[in-house]
């Protein structure tokens, strides 16, 4: 099956083995009758397994192109339960470049319980075996990162975690699986805030884990099992649904992105923009190579480059909307420093370039026009 078929049929095939709906039904319940005890139809407790979660798990999986899919309550969730694979004394090699909420949940909750966190750069990625030795366990990376939108060479790392024997997880949130294929670039395990692209209508948080190999699936799934991080059959459902358009808002995206990209370089009151489809780009060799297209993702800076002169566009937009979040067939603005990246100590988000005036949007599905005419109003 190619991508676009995968999206709407991926483990699909026995969504419904009760009544055949051609929709995944929602099973709402928490148990599951035992004609003798231990005498189940593969399902006993929602914790463990729930029949609408298993479809929306083979999805994933199968988007992938995973063996396993693991979906949770939320990304966090998904990298929470990643991270209970090791134990006190483990190293974490991970980019200086994060989401908030991961570098939150590295520093202030997993480095409590003994693990230790590289947060470094991985433009260079051989400057990764500098931070590499016997208690190191995992490369961590996200590509596209956020907000900077630097691009990470993801098979230039597995090649080096694999020499070193180190599992390689990647937060495929911002590409999703149809712009990068991260296990197909020797990954192990692939995250994702379903919460964002695959879900697609900000109406769910949620997240997921997909992996190819059956020995770290089983440890993951006793890990979602026994620590419970799940999401519920209701919201599993919604996720499976957004799936189906997956191929369709994406392209939109991608299209969308590169017109509002191209408007804002030109624009006088913008000082730089980020994002990988420009040629200049410091890593848009790499992106073309692993990624079939650059996204709807773009930073900003103001030419001020001041707080106040962020703040004045972000308050005047009107087709795009200042929320967090991202990915959702709305388009949407934020202002890292206080908003998605608030988390993150302002001297080290100086350092990696997330300015007080830096923007950053999520391009929508809505009519290129629309948005670009929005952007000039705003910038005035
Ligand atoms: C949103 C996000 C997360 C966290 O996911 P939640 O669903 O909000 O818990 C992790 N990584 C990236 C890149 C994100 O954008």
Not at 2 to 16: L, R, S, V, Y
Not at 296 to 303: A, D
């Amino acid at each position: 099956m190619k991508f676009n078929t995968k999206t709407i049929h991926g483990g699909q095939e026995n969504a419904d083995p009760a009544f055949g709906s051609v929709m995944a039904p929602i099973y709402q319940t928490s148990t599951y009758k035992q004609s003798t005890p231990g005498g189940h139809k593969g399902f006993e407790y929602s914790r463990s397994g729930n029949p609408t979660r298993t479809n929306l798990e083979k999805a994933l999986a199968s988007i992938e192109n995973g063996s396993y899919g693991m979906a949770f309550g939320s990304g966090l969730a998904a990298i929470d339960a990643v991270l209970k694979l090791f134990k006190p004394g483990d190293e974490v090699i991970s980019t200086n470049d994060l989401y908030g909420g991961s570098y939150r949940l590295f520093t202030s909750i997993f480095e409590n319980f003994g693990i230790k966190f590289h947060l470094i750069s991985m433009d260079e990625p051989s400057n990764i075996e500098k931070y590499i030795n016997e208690n190191t366990r995992l490369v961590w990376v996200e590509s596209p990162t956020n907000p900077m939108m630097n691009i990470i060479d993801i098979k230039a790392v597995s090649d080096i975690a694999k020499k070193h024997k180190l599992l390689l997880g990647v937060d495929n949130t911002f590409a999703t699986p149809y712009l990068q294929q991260p296990l197909d670039l020797g990954a192990d395990i692939v995250m994702h805030s379903a919460t964002k692209y695959l879900g697609g209508h900000s109406d769910v948080v949620m997240g997921a884990l997909v992996v190819k190999d059956e020995k770290l699936a089983e440890k993951l799934y006793f890990i979602q099992n026994a620590s419970g991080g799940i999401c519920g059959p209701q919201d599993s459902y919604l996720i499976l649904r957004g799936l189906k358009t997956l191929h369709l808002r994406m392209q939109r995206h991608c299209e969308n992105g590169e017109a509002v990209a191209k408007f804002l370089k030109k624009h006088p009151k913008v000082g730089k923009v980020y994002w990988p489809g420009f040629e200049e780009h410091p890593n848009h060799d790499i992106a073309k190579q692993q990624m079939s297209g650059f996204g709807g993702m773009i930073s900003f800076s103001t030419k001020e480059n001041t707080l106040q002169s962020a703040k004045n566009i972000v308050e005047k937009l009107k087709v795009f909307t200042l929320a967090e979040s991202l990915g959702g067939v709305e388009s949407l603005a934020g202002h890292p420093a206080s908003m998605t990246h608030a988390s993150i100590p302002a001297e080290e988000r100086q350092k990696t370039g997330v300015v007080d005036s830096l923007i950053r949007l999520s391009v929508g599905v809505e009519d290129e026009e629309d948005l670009i005419e929005d952007l000039q109003q705003a910038l005035g």
